[in-house]
């Protein structure tokens, strides 16, 4: 091999042993030789069966487990999970946490994510969710004053535009970012004019859905979101 082909070509990638069993178990998954509720078989035929060792497979199973496509129940066996987006997207929330650093990274996927989520549920919201998110930014004029009605409120409010767009793996991922902020939210509501700021937002949010005006709904979240960064920027500075 000449030194010209020998610089071009990128080092063989050592994959440990746990990576190779979890991508093979992966495959049984894939073909649909294991499917959603499957039990797999006791840690020492399987560890057999592949021909590893078990502390090596342990280590394989346990990755599977954080990404949501393996689940062990009380009583022991290891079983595939549903696999639904919901068991996939859950280890985001898990393995994320806010902080001063990442902050800004999190408003700006929401600007993202919500706003075209907003962009979807102004094409799919049925009329019925359309009267309660206008009957909801109702409601929430005599909730500035109360953080834990709004915040119940608040969830409501958003979780009916996430569930419009019939996108499990959207509404998954917005939910989450929804969930990563909370903390901080709680502290923010407490705050002068930032519900009332909140609820104005809602309201025009609304608004745009219910005249099924995408534009204008993604612009209204993503105007949202970021009336929701500051706020929670000032809470985590109260909080230091």
Known sequence: MTADVAHVISPVERNSVADQIAKKILDLVRTGNLKPGDQLPTERDLAQ??????????????????????????????????????????????LITLNEDNVGNLYEARV????????????RLSDADIDRLLAMVKVQEGLVDDPIGFRVSDLEFHRTIMDST???????????????????RRIAA???????????????????????????????????????????????????
């Open 49 to 94: 069966m592949l021909q590893v060792s078990r502390p090596s497979l342990r280590e394989a199973l346990r990755g599977l487990q954080i990404l949501g496509v393996i689940k062990t129940r009380q009583g022991g066996g290891a079983y595939v999970s549903s696999l639904d987006a919901a068991d996939l997207l859950a280890p985001l929330q898990m």
């Open 112 to 123: 993202m994510v919500d706003g075209r989520v907003a962009r979807l549920a102004a094409e």
């Open 166 to 184: 019939q996108n499990p793996f959207l509404i998954r991922v917005a939910y989450s970012f929804y969930v990563l902020g909370i903390e901080y």
């Open 190 to 240: 407490a705050m002068p004019g930032v519900l009332r700021r909140s609820q104005a937002d809602h309201a025009a949010i609304a608004a745009a859905l219910a005249e099924r005006d995408a534009d204008r709904a993604e612009r209204a979240t993503e105007a949202h979101m970021r009336n929701v960064y500051l706020s929670t920027r000032e809470a985590m500075e109260k909080t230091k």
